[in-house]
């Protein structure tokens, strides 16, 4: 059975696409820029929080050849990066489609059931909306982390000019660990997303380049785990193309 | 259909832009990073605030010895007045009255002591306890004129040397210190004499002092000149 709906709004495509290049290039940059100082603590003092202290991060994760340039990168990106989110976010809003994202009363039930499920614990898939339970919630982590980072990198930038903003989170020590945490679990997150979509529903990506999706080949009706039932049974997916 | 097509292609075209931009056209890129930095300066002045300092806590812990040392000659630069003189300060440029002040005239001039931060490029900060002369009260000694936009700090390690934009100068921490922690400045952090202003970053804040030259245009600065950016505030 065909059942194609246009499940993505150009906006979102077109703001999904410029931010995974930004967060790229601002991740790569930020961990060159790290790595001219790997450690949190100020000089005399210790830090005893982060167990690589002094430890460089990999030279090949990092964009931006040195520090100068890397510098350069990210506070050019980081306009890009900013623009790009709040055209993201105001489409949100205007459209309603927050709803998707924002988490609701139920939803951490309905997370525990997807679990269940993942780990056969469950036998058919929960009902759901647009996203599933835990897809909601990352989705709804995502752009609070990058508040987050915003904020804590402007904190960075102008501790003394926006002052204000960095007493946010302390101070400048702690505004740099904040930084650097969100970034790591922001990419974590965007690690498992992609693995996510892969593994479970590669059908999403038409919908997050064209637009259009086939909801007869959803995760819940293809009852899809992780590498489980990941082909939609042919024959719909054969109607759906003369359908469309 | 068509409005779908559009979409695609310029989405396309966006991000085939933004990676050209990192790998194929290096030239291109950096044109683009220069107009961003150039943005972004324009931006960073129009936030500056005299009134935005920047607060230590009282209480907090200096960095004291551990307060990294650094210099581009080969040796800690020493003033050896056997060798070049009584070390002065020359501040001359955009100004009606050039001065030229021994470390006693400098020392007699009115004094501010305080605990700021040290903000390097590289991530660190470090505290410490300057005292010194305003360098906004030697533009007033000097009579610093209507054409005084910038400001030359020049020193003796090699030849370091940062310029400054006006409003950054003129700001109540930034100071010429001659004292660290309540004793003389050390040969290891620019003795006689240096600039020190939590305003700016480290790179910034020139060691080894000897002229202050206003002027009417920027002329760049070592760490600037190597593609840094020329203003590094904070
Ligand atoms: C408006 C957005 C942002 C601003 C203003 C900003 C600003 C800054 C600044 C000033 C630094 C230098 C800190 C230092 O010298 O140590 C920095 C470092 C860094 N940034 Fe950002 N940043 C922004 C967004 C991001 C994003 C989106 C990411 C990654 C997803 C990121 C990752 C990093 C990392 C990993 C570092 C190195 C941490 C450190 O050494 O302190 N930043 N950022
Ligand atoms: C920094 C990296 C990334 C971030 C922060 C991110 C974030 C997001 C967010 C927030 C959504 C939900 C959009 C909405 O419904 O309004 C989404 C959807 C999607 N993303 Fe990503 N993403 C990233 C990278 C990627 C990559 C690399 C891929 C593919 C290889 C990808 C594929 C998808 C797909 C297919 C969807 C649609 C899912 C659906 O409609 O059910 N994402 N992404």
Redesign the pocket.
Known sequence: MADLVRRNHWVVRVTHWVNVVA?IV??GS??R??NA?PAFARPGERFPLNPWEGHAIPKWLTFGAWLGGA?HW??AM?WI??LNGLAYLVFLFLHGEWRDVVPRKGDARDAIEMLRFYLFLRRDHPIQGKHNALQKSAYFAMPVL?VI??LS??A??KPVTLGFITVLFVNYKWA?VV??VA?VL??VLALIHVFMVFAVDPYALRSIITGWYNRANSPEARNARPFYHLVAPRRSSAESETDA | MDRRRFVTISAASLSGALLAACNANPEKASKLLALAEHGNESIERGLFRHTAMDSVPSAAALAGKDFPKYFISDRVPVWDPAVRGVWRLEVSGAVRTPLSLTLEQLAALPRVAQKVDHFC???WNARAEWTGVRVSELARLAGATADAHYVDFAGFDNDYHESWDMESAMHPQTLVAYGMDGRMLGPGHGAPARVHSPIKLGYKNTKYLTRMVFMPSRNGGYWSDQGYEWYGGT
């Open positions: 967060i601002m991740a930020g961990m820029i790290f100082h510098r990210h506070f980081m990066l900013v990058g980072i915003v990198g402007l960075i930038w740099r930084h650097f970034m922001l990419i | 490029v590289e991530g």
